[in-house]
């Protein structure tokens, strides 16, 4: 079964300025964390119930990167 991921407009502007963040820093590595982090958000759609949960919230990491998703399962939504 998959979920149907919902990505909330203030996190793509925040995604935006980490981008931003390591595109500067150094050439490509801005798209290595938009891979990663895509990578990380359709495993949430194939299995969102597999990651730590703290309240109603539930948060996965980003691979190899210091930043983590933070979401919501609604039914059959993941709300990020």
Not at 29 to 53: E, I, M, T, V, Y
Request: proline share 5%; hydrophobic share 35%; with cysteine.
């Amino acid at each position: 079964m998959s979920y149907t991921v919902q990505v909330l407009p203030e996190v793509t502007e925040e995604v935006g300025v980490i981008f931003g963040y390591y595109e500067g820093g150094k050439p490509g590595l801005g798209h290595r964390f938009q891979h990663a982090l895509n990578d990380c958000c359709q495993s949430l759609a194939l299995n969102p119930s597999g990651q730590k949960r703290k309240g109603d919230f539930r948060h996965a990491m980003v691979h190899k990167f210091p930043y983590r998703v933070v979401y919501e399962v609604r039914g059959q939504l993941v709300l990020i």
